[in-house]
């Protein structure tokens, strides 16, 4: 068993090292190469081109800006949102737990599609609303703007800034605010003197979190950005090879190394501070109890900013969506925009033999590549808790170094691995990425599942007779169902809507589902792009559920093995 477990280690170093590593050397090698059809032949003249634009210093200031203000959005709204669950009497709880958990299943680019329904300056429904009943100028809201960028961004990432803040506010030892409430202090200046300051590690973390997914984001700068004429470096990049008479991956990839590397030093920062939070402790061994802050008055008004909120995250996208999918042009709702639905656009779509492609290799992707990215999440798990050496040390560190690869950039980077294989231009070289990119999101689930599987059981089936691999299928695997769902649920929903790395490696014939709606938007088919939408959202929902009932119905199994 020793030596299985000295063998198993290493092939998995191995295996997840050229799934993270490779990509990035070959991103290294790529921006100083000539062209993907020169490869070795090294030059800085990409680095010259990319970085000599005289346009990049405006590009990087609106990189700056997006990304400051949409962390600072989401940041503070998640802020607000968990002190009012955990800190007051504000009635409906209930709500706090969906705004954190279900906006994270609509695909980012259908969310940033219905705002651009709602608040695109020529034909908005909220637009056209206001020219049409309160007789506005058009344009009134042009949600082709930076601060409208920076807006539905800290929107999408509030959902990851609550999953942060939420365990440390409940964590907090309210003896601290009643000792500065006894000495005279009020709630506001408790707040800003005493919580805020103590939870400080954790809003950095949930602050810096949030600052890698704006930097890493596409769906927001290519939906709402570029119709704009507003650049960010991914759509930067992404014009490097998608624009023009011939991609320059070249250039591409010397403008995704700075990207890269701001990227993985804001995630040691973030490691470093949640790695540090032991200094701010405010729990020990004796019992605690949290205090509730009575509204009083404020408790409904206050209800009635979150019930809007949970309307604009959850309701909002996929309402409109829905209706645009019925309505022949974009119109406001009124008697004579219901007479005149219909599912002429969903027609359009089912009769598409390309949306017809993309839904079946979304489809493939989502079930294939989420099933072959678990079994590997259970092996590294499986050494990185239960082997504990400086070798599973190593793993554990490979295995997350790719959270912090911006989707596009390390897009780039498999481009110039898969081009000099077979592999190129096929949906495999997509399954490949999709598992590399998002194998943290498989492990982390699977990781805590471990840990409370005692080494006592597997120990005990060894001294009966029974070898690693039936240890692990009779005894272990059964214990690690509730993970195992879990984390293919996580990964599954993630490959279904993925778009970054998709716009970079999808080629003719591995077309998929967000690709799809990104072209229907830059052609402004907004009716087709709603129902592939819908068609989209409905994919991921079904593929949750069946997991779900999948995981339910193998419990009681598992207890009779």
């Known amino acids: 068993m020793a030596h299985k477990r000295s063998v198993l280690t290493p092939t998995l170093i191995g295996i997840v090292g050229f799934l993270t590593v490779c990509p990035v050397v070959m991103l290294v090698f790529g921006s100083f190469s000539t062209g993907l059809g020169a490869f070795g032949k090294f030059t800085v003249d990409k680095y010259v081109q990319a970085y000599g634009n005289p346009e990049l210093l405006g590009i990087i200031a609106n990189t700056a800006t997006f990304v400051l203000g949409s962390a600072m959005v989401a940041t503070g709204l998640a802020l607000l949102l968990v002190y009012l669950n955990t800190r007051t009497d504000i009635p409906f709880k209930f709500l706090f737990g969906i705004i954190s958990v279900i906006p994270m299943m609509i695909p980012h680019i259908l969310f940033s599609v219905s705002w651009v329904l709602l608040l695109n300056p020529s034909n908005g429904l909220i637009n056209l609303f206001l020219r049409d009943v309160f007789g506005m100028p058009d344009a ?11 807006l539905v961004e800290g929107l999408l990432d509030l959902p990851i800034a609550y999953l942060i803040l939420a365990p440390a506010m409940a964590s907090f030892d309210v003896a601290l605010e009643e000792s500065s409430r006894v000495c005279g202090g009020t709630t506001l200046r408790t707040l800003l003197r005493i919580t805020l300051p103590v939870l400080r590690p954790a809003i950095l973390a949930a602050f810096i979190l949030t600052l890698v997914r704006s930097l890493a984001s596409f769906a927001v700068p290519s939906v709402i950005g570029m119709p704009g004429r507003i650049y960010v470096l991914a759509t930067y990049i992404y014009q490097s090879i998608a624009t023009g008479f011939a991609a320059d991956f070249g250039k591409a990839a010397a403008i995704g190394m700075s990207v890269l590397a701001t990227s993985i030093t804001l995630i040691y920062l973030y490691r470093h501070l949640t790695s540090e939070s032991e200094k701010y402790v405010t729990i020990s061994g004796r019992g605690y109890r949290p205090s509730i802050i009575q509204l009083k008055g404020a408790r409904y008004p206050l209800f009635g900013v979150v019930g809007i909120l949970s309307l604009v995250l959850i309701v909002l996208p996929v309402v409109v969506l829905f209706y645009t999918s019925l309505v022949p042009y974009s119109m406001v709702p009124s008697a ?30 989502g079930v294939v590549g989420a099933s072959i990215g678990v079994m590997l999440s259970v092996f590294v798990a499986y050494a990185i808790v239960k082997v504990r050496s400086y070798a599973s040390g190593i793993l554990e560190s490979l295995s997350f170094l790719s959270f912090s690869f911006p989707g596009i950039v390390i897009g780039v980077g498999f481009m110039w691995f898969f081009v000099r294989t077979p592999l190129y231009a096929t949906i495999w070289a997509l399954l490949i990425g999709y598992v590399a990119t998002y194998l943290p999101y498989g492990v982390r689930p699977l990781a805590s599942a471990f840990i409370q599987v005692h080494s006592h059981l597997e120990e005990s089936s060894r001294v009966c007779g029974a070898g690693a691999f039936t240890t692990m299928r009779r005894i272990v695997i059964p214990l690690l169902i509730p993970g195992i769902v879990s984390a293919w649920i996580l990964m599954a929903s993630m490959f279904v809507r993925e778009l970054t790395l998709s716009v970079v490696l999808s080629r003719p014939g591995s077309e998929v589902l967000a690709v799809q709606i990104l072209r229907f938007a830059e052609d402004g088919l907004w009716g087709q792009l709603s129902a592939l939408g819908i068609m989209m959202i409905f994919i991921s929902t079904a593929l949750v559920l069946a997991a779900t009932l999948v995981g339910i119905w193998l419990k009681p199994v598992a207890g009779s093995a």
């Open 140 to 150: 009134v809201i042009n949600i082709y703007s930076l601060p409208g960028m920076i």
């Open 336 to 365: 004579r925009a219901f007479s005149m639905m219909s599912w002429k656009h969903w027609i359009e779509v089912i009769h598409d033999p390309i949306s017809l492609l993309s839904l079946k290799n979304s489809v493939f992707l």
